[in-house]
């Protein structure tokens, strides 16, 4: 009977509950969560997902919204007796503005759609991550999504304008404006964003672009030591007027493991260099001559003796095959081996220290263990990994993963970092949650969840530590 009431609300051919219609919801990004939802429904428009969660809140049965299914944290596994809202069928753009720089969008719209959508109005969307042909924008902003120019534009929040939200019964939110100045009460959008969909479901959000750039230099630079990519970040900022837009620390096992796994990879210097930079300046207008600003800046840092080595990309497919290697580094690591991966954050400064302080402890707990530290040095996020010895066995390595995690947050919390940078909390951190967050935050955000949701039928089980009355 209430399948057949969902049936009315969406139409019986986006109410999907055989098991074969569903396989293809049901497996989460990597593949390490697994969800048992009852059905997945899904909805055309935002008056659907209202219906749907209205109708649900009053049966108590609890929904998990989705977007794109390529998060890596569990945050859109559902339990048996659950639904699936999932959102592909929302995927217009609505509106873009190239007087304001804004475009509105549903919530399903892909992210290299609305990229693309910027481009052809010679405009910019900064939001950039390895899953942006897959992922929706209604996801990235229920993970508050970083990537590879959070640098310069910062966290997809610091793009969201306004938003249009289904509440837990079922009323929509309407702060879908296009002001940049709106000092009307609390900024109820960014309640929402980084929220993973526990406290309402985004269905619309109008979000910042930016003029298009036309000049974009990019290099691979090979350190002198992991110390001195703090000294070349520095050098490249000051030079460069506020145009650097990613630094990427990649390893020499990186390099190596995407050559040997990934398609089309090439070593872009000669030698076998520790650690390496990929740097990306950008510019809309041509007053400041970027290529003379990387080359500069790169003498300099030579001369210094921060650096060993660089190449300058002299077209774009060159810069295309340099961004192959940092694209590849995770499905490089997955080819591989087992690998025990960590989405951290700590001040830029400290980088070097956490990656010599856990790649000197990982090593002390399994001899041999490969450390594999890579990602956004520029903004302190890296994804920290460990890759499996060659002489171990994957059951073998797998008994340690535990001891990994422990010993990669315990580090992070000495110095005064994050557990997750980026990808969000789901099922997978919600112990992390009660162990390193402080505990008025933890009480603050679970108020406002019982507030907003006092059923607790959105997205039961993640972000928040459960108690027992929510």
């Known amino acids: 009977m209430i399948l057949e009431q969902l049936k009315n609300l969406v139409g019986s051919r986006y109410l999907l509950t055989e098991e074969t ?17 009852d059905a997945v429904v899904l909805p055309a428009n935002t008056d659907e997902v209202s219906g749907v969660v209205s109708f649900c809140a009053e049966h108590g049965i609890s929904v998990v919204p989705q977007g794109g299914n390529t998060g890596l944290c569990g945050g859109a596994v559902a339990r048996q007796g659950d639904i699936i809202l999932n959102l592909s069928r929302m995927n217009k753009i609505i509106e873009l503005d190239s007087i304001d720089n804004t475009i509105t969008v549903e919530a399903g719209c892909i992210l290299a759609d609305i990229q693309q959508a910027a481009l052809q109005a010679d405009r910019y969307f900064p939001l950039s991550l390895g899953a942006e ?19 310069r534009y910062g966290n997809v929040r610091d793009q969201v304008i306004g938003i249009e939200a289904v509440m837990p019964n079922g009323e929509i939110m309407n702060d879908l404006n296009q002001l940049r100045k709106n000092n009307t009460g609390y900024s109820l959008r960014h309640l929402f964003v980084g929220a ?32 001195a990519s703090l000294d070349l970040l520095s050098m490249a900022r000051n030079n460069s007027e506020n145009l650097l837009s990613s ?10 493991l ?4 990934i398609p089309g990879c090439k070593k872009p210097l000669p030698g076998d260099n520790p650690w390496c930079v990929l740097i990306t ?26 650096i060993l080595d660089a190449a300058i990309s002299q077209n774009e497919q060159q810069a295309l095959e340099m961004w192959k290697i940092r694209e590849g580094l995770r499905e490089a690591q997955t080819i591989e081996c087992v690998a025990f991966s960590h989405d951290i954050s700590v001040k830029v400064s400290n980088v070097p220290s956490l990656i010599e302080r856990t790649s ?17 040095i520029g903004d302190g996020n890296i994804h920290l990994s460990f890759l499996q010895p060659e002489e171990m066995t994957a059951d073998k390595f797998q008994t340690y993963r535990a001891a990994f995690s422990e010993m990669v947050f315990e580090t992070v919390d000495e110095l005064d970092g994050s557990f997750s940078a980026e990808h969000g909390i789901g099922i997978l951190r919600t112990t992390e949650m009660s162990r390193y967050k402080d505990p008025v935050s933890i009480y603050t955000m679970q108020a406002i969840k019982k507030a907003l949701d006092p059923k607790g039928i959105l997205n039961p089980g993640k972000v928040l530590p459960t108690t027992n009355d929510t």
Do not use: W
């Open 247 to 256: 630094f990427e620390l990649i390893p020499r096992l990186g390099v190596n």
């Open 281 to 306: 300046y950008s510019g809309a207008t041509s007053v400041t001559d970027l290529r003379s600003v990387m080359e500069n800046t790169l003498a300099s840092a030579l001369a210094e003796g921060f």
């Open 258 to 261: 995407a050559v040997r796994h």
């Open 21 to 37: 219609q569903k396989a293809a919801y049901l497996v989460e990004g990597r593949g390490d969560f697994e969800s048992q939802a």
């Open 196 to 227: 993973e969909g526990t406290l309402g479901i985004i269905t619309k959000a109008t979000l910042a672009i930016y003029p298009r750039p036309h000049q974009v230099e990019t290099a691979f630079v090979a350190l002198r030591d992991l110390n």
């Open 360 to 376: 000197h402890q990982g090593k002390l707990l399994v001899p041999g263990v490969r450390p594999y530290p890579f990602g956004h």
């Open 133 to 151: 042909g897959s992922c929706q924008i209604g996801g990235n902003l229920a993970t508050n999504a970083g990537g590879i120019n959070v640098l």
